[in-house]
């Protein structure tokens, strides 16, 4: 096995969390990325320094994953004076580019800014049924990605993880057996029970779908079929049928089982 040195995290300071420090520190924080971004925008002439300046202040005030819609509320909300959509567009795109936000684009939602702090790096976790989205960071998980790195002799520059699934908050409102059409894409469940009778029993037995077959949400929505995975083949339904399937979230089951 070849061995990178520079690999190695002996010695190195453990990064921040996603979210630095105590308020004071915070606030230390956002002043000199404010100075920076100054002292940047004046190096190559940058024009209206001022409005850029307080649209970052008010960027730096909020640790959401805001959309530009949403930080245009908050600017109004700060009665900062009035910008126009382009503006903020290419404000925005400078923060970016200069490195004090990340655009990211998480699947199905608009694209949405967060801070970038220097030394720092957290993935997410995003809800599919509300769109709530968590940060996380996991040394052991970081520790194994670099792992696999020098496995395969691959020096990472940057990398991202997003895992879509559904939170806490929309478990816990949720039945714990549902018809399968209430299901979220990319759910894997079981079938736990079958509303219907007997022609439609076997209608859906001779389809595979038999009580606790596993089945996969591959996709759902008014613009197409509900499509689901069993067995490695992939079906459409009906919405009407879809109805009349009970499943229970598998992960729910198999932990009731153990």
Do not use: W
């Not at 995290?9 to 002043?31: F, L």
């Not at 649209?55 to 805001?66: G, P, Q, R, Y």
């Amino acid at each position: 096995m070849i061995r990178f040195p520079f690999f190695s995290s002996r010695g190195q300071k453990r990064p921040a969390r996603a979210v630095a420090g105590t308020a004071p520190e915070a606030r230390d924080q956002h002043r000199l990325e404010i100075a920076q971004f100054k002292a940047v925008l004046e190096s190559f002439g940058a024009t209206r320094i001022d409005e850029r300046l307080a649209i970052l202040t008010v960027f730096l005030s909020t640790e959401k994953h805001v959309t530009l819609d949403e930080l245009e509320g908050l600017l109004q909300a700060s009665k900062a004076d009035q910008v126009d959509r382009l503006f903020l567009q290419e404000t925005m795109a400078m923060f970016c580019r200069f490195g004090f936000a990340r655009e990211i684009i998480f699947e199905s939602h608009a694209p949405r800014y967060e801070h970038h702090h220097l030394g720092t790096h957290h993935d997410h976790f995003i809800c599919t049924r509300c769109g709530h989205i968590q940060e996380f960071v996991n040394r052991d998980l970081e520790h194994l990605q670099m792992a696999v790195a020098r496995e395969f002799q691959f020096h990472p520059l940057q990398h991202k993880m997003e895992i879509y699934g559904l939170c806490a908050d929309c478990m816990g409102q949720r039945e714990g057996t549902i018809p399968l059409h209430m299901a979220c894409k990319g759910e894997r469940v079981r079938i736990v029970g079958i509303d219907g009778g007997r022609s439609m029993q076997a209608r859906l037995a001779a389809m595979g779908l038999g009580l606790n077959t596993c089945v996969e949400v591959v996709s759902k929505g008014d613009a197409g079929p509900f499509i689901v995975a069993v067995a490695g083949t992939r079906m459409a339904l009906g919405g009407s049928l879809t109805q009349h399937i009970m499943v229970m979230h598998s992960c729910s089951l198999e932990e009731g089982e153990s």
